[in-house]
């Protein structure tokens, strides 16, 4: 199956994909956890990306493109992928269509639904894992044991960007760049709605209704 995970900042689209991908065997593709890797271990690609990334803003497309593209070409995603947070504009979405041609056609995008004012206390409360990426939360999703990740024992740490300045500054980038790709998918006729206002159990539950009904 090859997906994509559509969203605002601080929809759940990390969380949610933690579950897809264990379903559906598929590899998790998300840009922003390959650009904070790269951060972090220093890269010309980490350099590049960093100041954009720390002011909110979308690092520019021809990296992301090009990164994405050498990515899917690994063996792993020949049966399929999740990308998360890719493609955030139109840009990247037709870049994308180059990319996988007639024979790799996206199968569906699952359009996970918050409104505005929930986002900045989900991501200003997010804990996230060094090693493996999963994200919790200080309320909505408390690790068992404080500051320790459920699913690997990883040590949390709060991202550069949650902060409450910064997100305002993602969430305008959302509403201006990614949020035309609601509208360019649904002619599509792939669009999945989803909301993503319940639990995060429910929004999954949902989010493989939506898929199976549509196989
Ligand atoms: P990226 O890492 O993709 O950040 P984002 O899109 O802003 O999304 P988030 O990761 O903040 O939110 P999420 O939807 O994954 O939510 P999560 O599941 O963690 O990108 C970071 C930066 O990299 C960008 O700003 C940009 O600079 C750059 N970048 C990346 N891709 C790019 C691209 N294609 N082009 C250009 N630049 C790019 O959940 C959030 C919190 O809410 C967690 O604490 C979680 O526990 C909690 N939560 C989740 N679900 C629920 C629920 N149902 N109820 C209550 N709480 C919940
Ligand atoms: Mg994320
Ligand atoms: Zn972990």
Redesign the pocket.
């Known amino acids: 199956m090859r997906l994509i ?1 559509l ?11 933690k579950s897809i991908i264990n379903e559906y065997k598929i590899p998790h593709i ?4 390959i ?2 890797k790269n951060i972090k271990e220093g890269t010309p690609l980490g350099k590049k ?1 960093k100041d ?2 720390d002011k ?6 021809e ?2 493109v090009d990164l ?1 593209k050498s990515r899917l070409d690994e063996d792993d995603c020949e049966n399929g992928f999740l990308l ?6 139109l840009v ?1 979405a037709t870049a994308l269509e180059e990319v996988l041609g007639d024979s790799m056609k996206l199968d569906y995008v699952i359009n ?1 639904e ?1 409104k505005k004012e ?1 986002l900045v206390d ?2 200003t ?4 894992c060094k090693d493996c990426g999963a ?3 200080v309320s ?2 408390p690790p068992k044991k404080e500051s320790v990740c459920d699913l690997c024992d990883g040590e949390l740490y709060q ?1 550069k ?2 902060t409450v300045e910064t997100v305002a500054s ?1 969430i305008d ?2 509403l201006n760049e990614t949020m035309p790709l609601v509208d360019f998918y649904t002619k599509k006729d792939i669009l999945l709605n989803v909301d ?5 159990s ?2 999954f539950e949902d989010i493989k209704k939506a898929l199976g009904s549509e196989e």
Request: aromatic residues 10%; hydrophobic residues 40%; positive net charge.
């Open positions: 995970l969203g605002p900042p601080g929809a759940g689209k990390g969380t949610q994909a998300s840009t922003g956890d650009f904070r990306a954009f990334i909110g803003l979308l690092v520019p497309d990296l992301v994405v998360d947070g890719f493609p955030r504009t990247q996970i918050v929930l989900r991501i409360g997010r804990r996230m994200a919790f939360h909505f999703n991202r960007d949650d993602r980038v959302y993503g206002e319940q639990e995060i429910k929004v």
